[in-house]
Nanobody
Framework: QVELVESGGGLVQAGGSLRLSCAAS????????TGWFRQAPGKEREFVIG????????YYADSVKGRFTISRDNAKNTVYLQMNSLKPEDTAVYYC??????????????????WGQGTKVTVSS
């Protein structure tokens, strides 16, 4: 069994930065794709950013392009979401997800078979 645990959320002023972490634990784990999604109050969960580890391609929601990046530390089995120039509309619970499906469609939530519990990010204006 694989467990994903997010951390790093919190309260930040608009224009600030946060780095979220997603640590994987459990059995040896080599996902084909890792993604970050978010869900704001009263809204549906939406794709934020994701990467296909097999192709190296990174995908971004238009709303975060140029501000958010994704990276990983293989030694720590951890994926990071670096968020810069944060805006109040970035306020949400952020979830990391991993897919063990070959050919995973990075931007589609249904392609992921492992999810973290979420970490809350609040951006004040």
């Amino acid at each position: 069994q694989v467990e994903l645990v997010e951390s790093g959320g919190g309260l930040v002023q608009a224009g600030g930065s946060l780095r979220l972490s997603c640590a994987a634990s459990g059995r040896t784990f080599s996902p084909y794709a890792t993604g970050w999604f978010r869900q704001a109050p009263g809204k549906e969960r939406e794709f934020v950013i994701g990467i296909s580890w097999s192709s190296g391609a990174t995908y971004y929601a238009d709303s975060v392009k140029g501000r958010f990046t994704i990276s990983r530390d293989n030694a720590k089995n951890t994926v990071y979401l670096q968020m810069n120039s944060l805006k109040p509309e970035d306020t949400a619970v952020y979830y990391c997800a991993a897919s063990t499906l070959f050919g995973a469609v990075v931007v589609v939530a249904g392609t992921y078979d492992y999810w973290g519990q979420g970490t809350k990010v609040t951006v004040s204006s």
